[in-house]
């Protein structure tokens, strides 16, 4: 069930909310029996075989590891001063639940190198990737470990299913931990007006920029990318930048456009889940971008992958040398497949000569590049890596035609195929002009606010202490108020939306 479809947006969601409160109102603990059910039967609705009957093997799947890594979780609070026994305990739970996410992910992947170097042949059944088990599998080792570090004491069977299951957050992020979810999900909070109107203006502009923005982009960008996969001619200097270019801009929205749905139906159950996603086409240095970028999966390969192989300890080599491994991982994380570990390699290089260069500035008080210089080479550098991103989802089914569609966009793009600019009309991919349409677009993501910030005065997001009624902060003439001003700007965001809703379409971070 998808967030930009006709059931979620007019059945599931209202009849979720309305019975949330409803219960709420009554009694706090059967609203959240209720909000459990609900995202259970949101993730049931998928079914792993499209193209026949309904099955429940994936249903099967997440309620025994929410099972199993719930009574691990009890095990390391009772075993509490036995270090060792914990140790123990805790390293065969991350190893388990690496081992699911790996047979599941990576074991075609694998098997195919194998393959390719000679061994086999190998036989393997065919494997579906579960819904959302790169998510959920990451934030339950989180908590297992949070639980070995003593920040948690106790929490019941469904207070955990309920952080676990919680549907706006379940099936792409952001990566939650239990602090930020579980007071909200006690408190079960009265109704607010607020809550209402900032959860479904979010809805309305995540949804425009999905379909009427990213779904429009992709279009043209696969256009490139499927060209480029089979090499009928070397693309041009231009083209190969306005493939990246399109690509980058249809991830940018498609993924912003996600992270506001998110954010609008968990605050329509007055709950407000992490920020993930703030500007990071803004960024003045890839450190800077990875702070911005899929926030919560930063954080978590920060204080769970980067810092339990070493952090900064070990020298310059060391440091790097972890910093490199977590990025490796990072990109593997993304997708089986040879170029996400080309696109986390490359993050990971350009951090190491980001982090080094910031060393030297400090050490010979050399000046800060100027921002809109520093902006638009990391903008560049970025975009040029998003060419084996978007080439690893060509990867999962044509291996050879994903490497020669980076070979092809990224030897146009760095000059080797020449300087020139848009092929004859007999030759074109599509035409100039269609491509230029969105450069207003380009601005918008470089210039504009985000939508964080267009609501920042009625908090969207988590992190702040104290959920109120009243807008906070100074006022700017450009920042939403729950006005029939801006109620009606939502009425034609949905207008506009309903005239391109005619094709469902997955968002892109549901395949990972």
């Known amino acids: 069930m998808l967030f930009n479809s006709y059931v979620f947006l007019l059945i599931f969601l209202p009849c979720a909310v309305l019975g949330y409160r409803w219960l709420g109102a009554v009694r706090g603990g059967l609203a959240a029996m209720f909000l459990a059910f609900m995202s259970l039967l949101y993730y ?75 061994v086999g042949p190998i036989t393997l059944p065919d494997v579906i990737l579960p819904l959302g088990i790169s998510f959920y599998t990451f934030q339950k080792i989180a908590f297992l470990i949070d639980v070995r570090q003593g920040k948690v004491s106790d929490i019941s069977f469904r207070d955990y299913f309920l952080f676990v299951m919680f549907f706006p957050q379940l099936v792409a992020g952001p990566i939650v931990h239990h602090a930020e979810m579980m007071p909200q999900f006690r408190k079960h909070p009265r109704a607010r007006s607020a809550d209402f109107a900032v959860g479904l203006t979010m809805l309305a502009i995540g949804l425009f920029k999905k379909v009427v923005i990213a779904d429009m982009l992709a279009r043209d960008a696969s256009k490139f990318f499927d060209f480029a996969a089979v090499t009928h001619r070397e693309l041009t200097f231009v083209e190969g930048w306005c493939a990246a270019f399109l690509y980058a801009l249809q991830l940018y929205f498609d993924f912003s456009g996600y992270s506001d749905m998110a954010i609008g139906a968990a605050r329509l159950f007055g709950v407000r889940i992490p920020e993930n996603f703030a500007s990071p086409y803004k960024a003045a240095s890839i450190i800077d971008f990875w702070r911005r970028w899929h926030i919560t999966l930063s954080r978590f390969l920060r204080d769970y992958l980067y810092i339990a192989l070493g952090g900064n300890r070990g020298g310059w080599l060391g440091r790097h040398g972890n910093l490199l491994v977590t990025m490796l991982l990072g990109g593997l994380w993304h997708g089986a497949g040879l170029s996400f570990i080309l696109w986390g390699g490359a993050h990971g290089l350009l951090l190491i000569i980001n982090h080094t260069w910031n060393s030297l500035r400090k050490r010979f008080a050399l000046a800060a590049l100027p921002k809109p210089l520093a902006v638009t080479i990391t903008l560049l550098a970025v975009v040029a890596l998003w ?21 092809n966009i990224w030897g146009a793009m760095f000059g080797f195929h020449g300087f020139d600019s848009w092929p004859s009309s007999g030759e074109r991919v599509t035409g100039l002009s269609k491509a230029l349409r969105w450069v207003p677009v380009l601005i918008v993501a470089l210039w504009f606010p985000n939508t964080q910030q267009f609501l920042s005065r009625y908090i969207p997001t988590f992190g702040w202490a104290i959920p109120s009624d009243k807008p906070t902060g100074p006022r700017r003439r450009w920042q939403w108020r729950p006005t029939r001003l801006w109620l009606a700007f939502t009425l034609v965001l949905l207008i506009v939306v309903g005239f391109e809703f005619n094709k469902v379409s997955e968002f892109i971070y549901f395949q990972f």
């Open 44 to 118: 049931a609705s998928w079914n792993a075989n499209p193209d026949g009957s309904w099955t429940p093997w994936p249903l099967t799947l997440i309620l025994g590891s929410i099972t199993g890594n719930y009574l691990i979780a009890q095990g390391l609070i009772r075993l509490r001063g036995n270090d060792n026994a914990q140790k123990i305990l805790l390293g065969t739970a991350i190893a388990a639940n690496v081992a699911l996410i790996g047979w599941f992910k990576y074991s075609l992947f694998f098997a195919r190198l194998a393959m390719d170097a000679g």
């Open 387 to 407: 060419v084996p991103f978007r080439a690893g989802t060509i990867e999962l089914s044509n291996p050879a035609g994903a490497m020669k569609a980076v070979q």
